[in-house]
């Protein structure tokens, strides 16, 4: 029951987020059509400190919930956890950024390939450094727990269109 609540809550946040980010209005509601290789992606405004703050507490509980962490291990994971998101978002950012330029579609592919090896080159060497803090099978299950958080998220979204 609280889990579904969480969800519920980090879903309507994520979504008035989402909403305000792309300026989300019945008038504009043809911007979600797709757009061409060539079209810069949707401008987004930034979101707020404290719903960012709040989306990431409810993500930390969830993993931590997960993971089912000793305050060994939290004292360990938590550091190295969050200099992976950074390293992330700062390459989400670089394709962000690149996605903005007037590529050609081939190129726009190119990128978009270059972008994912990027991720799993960093999801590779976090494993390494989680394992030096986490036994294996929580390594596993922190990226089975970030997927199942993103999936019930999505989730939560489509079912309140």
Known sequence: MKLSVLFVFLAACLFSAFSYAQGFTPKNRS?????????????RRPMSDDRVQRIEAIKVGYISRSLDLTPEESEHFW????????ELVELNRQWRDKSKENLTAEQRTDEQ????????????RYRDEF?????AEKVTQLYQSEKEFKNELIRQLKDRD
């Open 31 to 43: 911007s979600l059509a797709p757009r061409s290789f060539n079209s810069a992606p949707f401008e």
């Open 79 to 86: 550091p190295v956890y969050n200099q992976y998101q950074g």
């Open 113 to 124: 390939f270059k972008h994912e090896q990027r991720v799993l080159d960093l999801r590779k």
């Open 131 to 135: 394992k030096k803090v986490l036994p």
